[in-house]
């Protein structure tokens, strides 16, 4: 046996003489069924799929890279489809077109230049295709179990950063945006549109700090602004050990939704492209963030709705209920 499969059954014996640390409820806890067949691991489910060294390695990190896992076919046409939606050659229902904050009262020039991010593309048949990819899905299963509902969606369009640091975006925690859990349930798949560097803003995570606690989060104090609904996390120890996620056109991360993680600005002269979805066990359930530290996002979300929508009395968790689509299995609680 290996040297991770040794380790993984170190951590699997150390959780099962420390039940404490297991926080998932036992519907949605994973049996390990190969040599310790009572005992359970708390990010992930074994399928058959990752081996003992990924296992591992997405239990001690909270981030697994997976390379070459969609086609330059499919992500060839998922960008002629932002370039339509760009142009405004079609109208997508519920789809949030998104400005860097550095372009945003600039003159609007209908085409990918003006545009930072779509999001809530659920309503879009060609983009919505790549949170139903079979190979997508066959790894968030992993993370999420066999019932599994596409959450939230986003094509994001880095710009070129226009010399006030907007294109960065803040270290942050994805759960701090959901008003679902169990946490351990839920996990991003970010895929990289083109080759994605240092340069022109890669993801940047915190190895580990997914075995933490959702922290508060609001706006950055940045010279040159932040975009909307940009928060980041109060309080994060800036020494912490980081990781540069440097990827290749199709490489696909998936990560879990405390794991603090930003993105640096884009210094080239072209867009950064990228594609991802956030899944959830179609067993989670809502909770109410009144009290919370999500008390602050609520009401941004909250004035959003009343403005753009003229919707009244809404609550965070009714918006995500409303987003929500069901891509693999049965639909429980969501």
């Known amino acids: 046996m290996s040297r991770a499969a040794d380790r993984l059954r170190l951590l699997i014996n150390h959780l099962d003489r420390s039940p404490a640390a297991i926080s998932v409820s036992p519907t949605s806890a994973q049996t390990f069924t190969h040599s310790h067949p009572q005992q359970r691991l708390r990010y992930t489910f074994d399928t058959d799929l990752l081996t003992p060294e990924q296992r591992l390695f ?41 400005r860097d904050v550095a372009i945003a009262k600039s003159e609007f020039v209908p085409d990918q230049k003006a545009i930072s991010k779509v999001q809530d593309f659920q309503e879009d048949p060609e983009l919505f295709r790549y949170c139903t990819l079979p190979q997508i899905l066959k790894y968030v299963e992993c993370f999420t179990g066999p019932n599994i509902m596409a959450m939230h969606t986003m094509l994001i369009n880095k710009p070129p950063d226009a010399g006030k640091k907007t294109s960065r975006h803040p270290m942050h925690q994805d759960l701090h945006y959901f008003p679902f859990r169990p946490a351990d349930r839920i996990v991003c798949a970010w895929t990289a549109m083109e080759k994605v560097s240092r340069q022109n803003g890669c993801l940047v995570v915190l190895p580990g700090t ?60 072209g867009f950064r492209k990228a594609i991802s979805c956030h899944y959830a066990s179609s067993d989670c359930y809502y909770i109410d963030v009144t009290g919370t530290t999500q008390e602050n996002i609520e009401q941004e979300v909250k004035e959003v709705a009343a403005k753009k929508y ?7 968790k009714d918006t995500w209920y409303i987003r929500g689509r069901l891509v693999q299995g049965e639909r429980i609680s969501m």
């Open 58 to 98: 997405y239990e001690d990190n909270g981030f697994l890279l997976i390379k070459n896992l969609v086609s330059d076919e499919d992500i060839d046409k998922f960008r002629m489809e932002f370039e339509r939606i760009c142009r405004q050659d079609v109208k997508i229902p519920g789809l949030v077109v998104m």
């Open 210 to 269: 997914h075995t933490g606690s959702l922290q508060e989060h609001d706006y950055p104090d940045w010279e040159g602004g932040v975009n909307k609904m940009y928060h980041g996390v109060r309080g994060y120890d800036p020494q912490h050990p980081r990781v540069h996620l440097e990827m290749e056109k199709g490489d696909t991360v998936f990560f879990h939704p405390i794991l603090i993680h930003g993105s640096g600005m884009n210094q080239t002269q």
């Open 310 to 316: 003229a919707l009244n009395n809404i609550t965070l």
